[in-house]
């Protein structure tokens, strides 16, 4: 017996009120409708209708069941209209969350390409430095800063987020520009609060670098600690102090002499960063085509 077609005649029974009409509906004779029905409630081994030769009427059970089988008929309809939908055109709401500052800075401006390739798309974006947790809150996809922990969802790696130290060219004409980490103890350093619990909340007083001879560790301090690097670099470029700043937040101020970089000969820290999703959402077209774009865009090359 083929319990779905079975499943679909019994539904059909119960709504058209009789065999004779729901045989019309199903394109099969009313012996075969009859046929469908005995073998549905031999398997169940209880019956579904009480019938007459003049009407039909539900048992008790025969009412759950019928329930249960338009449950069971629609999940079957929705994975087959999923199906068609990962051989198609990518459609449909992404949810995504990303950093902050790599939001701002890179993702957002790239977007308006990615909808170019895939105009059927409609984005939604949360920003925030927040580890959300993806399944809960409904995304599709994330980009993560940091070492990604063990589960069950996918990690592509993109580039490292890394950092930049420069200060204004005013503020070095001022102070003077510091040529090796030691110089740094003389210098206003700015520095940005990391919240409780973040891995580098131990670099907000003490900076790292890596040079020729290993790691060093710098004490430093400054007139200002904020938790905001939008504040933090409006701050180096006016002047009042040294900073580390994630390179998507001032490439195009050192490109265009806003600000200087320092100590290029030393290695600042940089953190993983990765594309996170669930293996079985990348059946979806929406999904596929903007991993492969992150990737195109910011993947990791080997």
């Known amino acids: 017996m083929d319990l779905l077609l079975a499943m679909s005649v019994y539904v059909k029974v119960v709504e058209a009120g009789s065999m004779t009409a729901a045989a ?3 394109e099969m004779s009313t012996t075969m409708v009859g046929n469908h029905l005995r073998a549905l409630e031999q398997r169940l081994g209880v019956s579904l209708l009480h019938r007459t030769t003049r009407r039909q009427r539900l048992t008790e059970f025969g009412s759950t069941y019928y329930q249960r089988c338009l449950e069971v008929l629609g999940l079957v309809a929705d994975s087959e209209r999923l199906a068609e939908q990962t051989q198609g ?6 949810r995504i969350t990303a950093p902050l500052t790599f939001g701002t800075e890179r ?27 993806l399944l ?14 063990p589960s069950n969802l996918i990690a592509r790696p993109l580039e490292d987020y890394t950092l930049t130290m420069c200060a204004s060219p005013a503020y070095l004409a001022r102070r003077g520009t510091p040529q090796k980490p030691g110089d740094l103890a003389d210098h206003d350093c700015l520095a940005f609060a990391y919240p409780a619990g973040d891995e580098w909340r131990s670099v907000e007083k ?10 060093i560790v710098v004490a430093v301090s400054g007139p200002m600690l904020i938790n905001s690097s939008s504040g933090l670099h409006q701050a180096a470029r006016t002047g009042m102090g040294v900073v580390m700043l994630p ?9 265009e002499g806003k600000l200087v970089a320092l100590m290029q000969d030393y290695q600042l820290p940089r953190r993983p960063m990765n594309l996170i999703y669930a293996q079985d959402r990348y059946r979806l ?5 903007f991993v492969e774009f992150t990737l195109q865009m910011w993947g990791k090359q080997n």
């Open 107 to 133: 993702l957002a401006p790239a977007l308006s390409e990615f909808v170019l390739r895939c105009p059927q798309v409609k984005l939604d974006v949360v920003l925030t430095n927040q580890r959300l947790d």
């Open 247 to 255: 390179d998507a937040l001032v490439d195009q101020d050192l490109r």
């Open 206 to 215: 003490q900076w790292r670098l890596s040079g020729p001879d290993g790691e």
């Open 136 to 149: 809960d809150n409904g995304f599709d996809v994330a980009i993560r800063l940091g070492n990604s922990e």
């Open 89 to 94: 055109d990518p459609s449909g709401t992404l």
């Open 24 to 26: 019309l509906e199903c």
């Open 285 to 289: 077209p929406k999904l596929r085509s």
